[in-house]
């Protein structure tokens, strides 16, 4: 179930709440703020062309849809694929949907809260907090590896690294692994892409069979080596006396990893780059623990790394004037919610020391990061290390976005130092 799609064609939408934007074309995704500027003026609830169902660019309107019960990521627990005329899944992404089965993220309650609650503990704040020295040295050891040189991609060097490494080690895997594990989910996440080609699809199963076979090995292995890391925890840890299947601890194992740097890899190139377009002093913006906090909340404000989430449409409603049936599908726009004027003063400035910084990056309700403690943690030590060792960072070419809307990142980020 990669992508959430609008299965009943809605026909009835008036022309004046129709607006348009195609989701690959470069001047778009390169650039996603000018189109949620005219939302904001106009209509941030809009019936979007492209995708073929209503969203919602409006921060009260995200704020309110994400912690609504009306709404769900799965609906398969309410309705039959036949009766909603969902096609079946297809044979050739066998794969990629076992690694989705017992995903959190498509999983509604009860089923949510008995996974979410069994690995929640390895994420709380005091829990990560313990991670801060280890992401230190991982960062200095980035940048004593390019510092020699005249130049960088800093999300090759430095971004994508230091967040894959936590997460493999937290779960228990060697960090040598890391750059396979992030081979495997960059692969798997071109699946939530829009419009996603049979070539895509073949090679996101294949990942996903290669992240499972593996994953096979290091279970049975941790079975007979118990240790204390998440893997152990989540193999032996009993729920009213019933244990984790295989099944559903390579599904959250396979998610943590992919969920637990993809985000943070994209807030790190988007943070750094508007911190070095800004013209601002980076001393400042790290100079105490707070402030270097504050930045970080701005960082994932202004140039969020996850732009739309979907939620259908659990009964038939009204809302606010709009009809929905059961089983439309809602588009929640967390990257221009955190620009709604309606909801920040300057909303387009990218303001560190702003105090009406609380934004929906991580989302809410039920579905609310569970590692957002973590990524905290890994965007305020990655930053403050590497502002501190190189004062005099600077872009070294123009910084370009992928070609996935969804994911809001940049394909490299060329810097220099000296
Ligand atoms: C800056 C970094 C990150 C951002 C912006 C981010 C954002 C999000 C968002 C918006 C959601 C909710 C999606 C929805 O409601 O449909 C989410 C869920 C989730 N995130 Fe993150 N995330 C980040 C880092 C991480 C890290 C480091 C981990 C793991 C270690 C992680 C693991 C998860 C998981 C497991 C879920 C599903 C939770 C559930 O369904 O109960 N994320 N994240």
Redesign the pocket.
Known sequence: MAAIIQLQPITDVPDHRRASAAPRDPVFYQNPYAFYDVLHGQDPSFFWDEYGHWCFAGFKQVSAL?RDKRFG?DILHIKSREELGMPQPKPHTQAFDTTEQY?????EQPA?TR??NL?NRA?VSRHVEQLRPRIVRLANEMIDSFEGEDSVDLIKAFAAPI?AI??AE?IGLPAEMAPQLLGWSNRMVAMYMFGVTLETELDADQAAQEFMDYLATVIAERRKNPREDLLTHMLTAEINGEKLTDAEVMS?TI??LN??????V??TGNGVKSILESGLDPASLFATEEQTAATIEEC?RFD???HM???YALSDMDYEGISLRQGDVVG?M?GAANRDPARFAQANTFDPFRTDGAN?????????????P???I??QVAFSELFKRLPRLKLADAPRYNNVYHFHGLEQLQVSWR
């Open positions: 994400l990521r995903s959190l993220l498509n999983l949510h996974l979410r690995v994420f967040p936590v997460i937290m959250t998610l943590l969920a637990g740097h993809e985000a943070t994209h807030t994932l969020a790394p996850l989430f979907t939620r929640l967390l929906v990056s991580f989302g809410a309700g039920i579905h609310f990061c569970i590692g957002a973590l990524a905290r890994e965007l």
